[in-house]
Nanobody, 125 residues
Framework: QVQLVESGGGSVQPGGSLNLSCTTSQDTFSLSCMGWFRQAAGKEREVVAHVNPDGANIYYANSVKGRFTISRGNAKNTLYLQLDNLKPEDTAMYYC??????????????????WGQGTQVTVSS
């Protein structure tokens, strides 16, 4: 049973920052492309960013490029998402996901096999 556990969400004002974390097993983490997705109320789940196991190939959605940074903490089997310069439209539930294959581009949700429960990010003044 693959488990992904997210943390780090919260409420911030526009322009603020948050750092999300996602922890899983070493086996899953070392072999998987890891990704972040988000789903706002009443909307479809959308891709945010992916990173391959080697950390060398990273993909971002245009809406977050330059503001969000995805990274891997290999020693802790943890995936991170640094969210800077947050906007109200970034408000959503953020999900961590894994697929035991590489990512060759920004991929939609049905390409990922394992999911966390989500952590809420709210940006409001």
């Amino acid at each position: 049973q693959v488990q992904l556990v997210e943390s780090g969400g919260g409420s911030v004002q526009p322009g603020g920052s948050l750092n999300l974390s996602c922890t899983t097993s070493q086996d899953t983490f070392s072999l998987s492309c890891m990704g972040w997705f988000r789903q706002a109320a009443g909307k479809e789940r959308e891709v945010v960013a992916h990173v391959n196991p080697d950390g060398a190939n990273i993909y971002y959605a245009n809406s977050v490029k330059g503001r969000f940074t995805i990274s891997r903490g290999n020693a802790k089997n943890t995936l991170y998402l640094q969210l800077d310069n947050l906007k109200p439209e970034d408000t959503a539930m953020y999900y961590c996901a894994a697929r035991n294959l590489n990512c060759y581009a920004l991929l939609p949700r049905d390409n990922f096999f394992y999911w966390g429960q989500g952590t809420q990010v709210t940006v409001s003044s």
